[in-house]
């Protein structure tokens, strides 16, 4: 069932929103050659700490029964790692982009927001890869209103990103948020105008474009998260959480 969310309850979705944003912004400026993704982690720890924030990617359960649940605060995808990369030794080195995928509950709501950064001087295709990806989340959010069909804001996505010689990765997608990090309704970033429910002023979502600068397929490693393009090429991922509102969409994860 999706949930419409009350003024007052988005009020609090707006502060753990800021909050995801401002912790963002800080790994963002963390982000350079030799630093680790375990110690970019950290500092996503230590501001939830001091926030009294919970870092919800930690300890998530896993959809698989007898999976192992995600070890972090942050995901850190690197290069042709989609989604979900763990963090650990590896240090980061000139020429890779950053995808960091973070979310935290905050006085009872969640937030959720990922950036795709690159790490000194990287080449003009993961340049245009990160910005299109970036450009095809506000081209989703942009439809994000009330009337329009959810399927309005997944085929912007699709329609932008392939303009642009992009693919679209299919496996994961946007999703209802509030009280919990994953609630209903699934948002993809691929479909039809005319598919989904309707949006409703006060449905509270996060979208979340991932595009690939090969072929959309992907799987998922060994360590049971990580997930890499099949082809091993790069990847850049987006999102913000946002609430449907009367005067159009609210983005509540700007920095």
Request: charged share 25%; with cysteine; glycine share 10%.
């Amino acid at each position: 069932m999706i949930m419409i969310k009350t003024p007052e309850e988005i009020a609090k979705m707006r502060v753990a929103g800021q909050a995801v944003a401002e912790i963002l912004e800080l790994l963002r400026t963390a982000i350079s050659p030799g630093i680790s993704t375990l110690a970019l982690n950290a500092i996503a720890e230590e501001e939830c700490k001091k926030r009294s924030a919970i870092p919800v990617f930690k300890n998530y359960p896993h959809s698989r029964e007898g999976g192992k649940p995600f070890p972090a605060a942050i995901c850190t995808s690197i290069n042709e790692e989609v989604v979900h990369g763990i963090p650990g030794e590896r240090s980061l080195q000139e020429g890779d982009i950053i995808s960091i995928d973070f979310g935290l509950i905050l006085n009872g709501y969640a937030g959720d927001a990922a950036i795709t950064v690159p790490v000194g001087e990287v080449s003009k295709e993961a340049l245009r890869l990160i910005k299109y990806t970036e450009k095809a989340l506000f081209k989703g959010i942009h439809e994000a209103r009330i009337g329009n069909k959810l399927g309005q804001v997944s085929h912007a996505i699709q329609k932008y990103a392939e303009e642009h010689g992009f693919s679209v990765v299919r496996e994961f997608v946007g999703h209802g948020i509030g009280r919990k990090m994953h609630e209903a309704p699934l948002v993809p970033n691929y479909g039809r105008v005319n598919q989904g429910p309707y949006l409703k002023e006060g449905m509270t979502i996060a979208i979340e474009p991932m595009l690939n600068l090969g072929a959309r397929n992907v799987f998922t490693k060994a360590d049971d998260w990580t997930v890499v393009t099949k082809d091993g090429k790069l990847s850049a991922h987006f999102e913000h959480s946002i609430a449907i509102t009367a005067r159009g969409p609210e983005i509540f994860t700007l920095s």
